[in-house]
């Protein structure tokens, strides 16, 4: 099955979120035993952005590391739960709020776009936005 980073290595729409997770250093976080859930925005999430803010996060490497942070959770959530719950703690310290309509889920204007990836040290999910904590938005 592998871990978390050697699936989204292997995913060939998750380019841009391997290269965030590789230069803020997450992904060795994300190789330990864990579990861990992942909301990798894919490509496309990516290529929505403005070419401004993404070049503001790759000056700004705390920036970007709390962006990518904002991705991930501790623990093993799975599809079942997201259906259940209203937020998500992250790994940056803030909430994703989680929302589901007509068995869609959706985390904060993000949806997810794909069944949960079962690895061996967590779960991922793929979501069409990239995700931003508010205090990152506000600086």
Do not use: C, W
Not at 58 to 72: G, W
Not at 77 to 82: M, S
Not at 119 to 137: M, Q
């Amino acid at each position: 099955m592998g871990d978390i980073v050697a699936k989204i290595a292997d995913t060939a729409n998750l380019s841009h979120f391997r290269q965030a997770l590789e230069t803020t250093e997450l992904g060795a976080m994300l190789k330990t035993p864990g579990p861990y859930t992942v909301f990798a925005p894919t490509d496309e999430a990516f290529d929505q952005l403005s070419e401004k803010n993404v070049k503001l996060s790759l000056q700004d490497p705390e920036k970007l590391k709390r962006i990518t942070a904002y991705h991930l959770a501790f623990g093993d959530v799975r599809t079942e739960d997201l259906l259940q719950i209203n937020e998500v703690t992250t790994v940056e310290g803030s909430i994703i709020a989680v929302e589901v309509e007509n068995k869609q889920i959706k985390l904060n204007d993000a949806n997810v776009i794909s069944a949960e990836i079962v690895v061996d040290n967590g779960v991922i999910y793929l979501v069409d936005r990239v995700l931003t904590p508010a205090l990152v938005l506000s600086e």
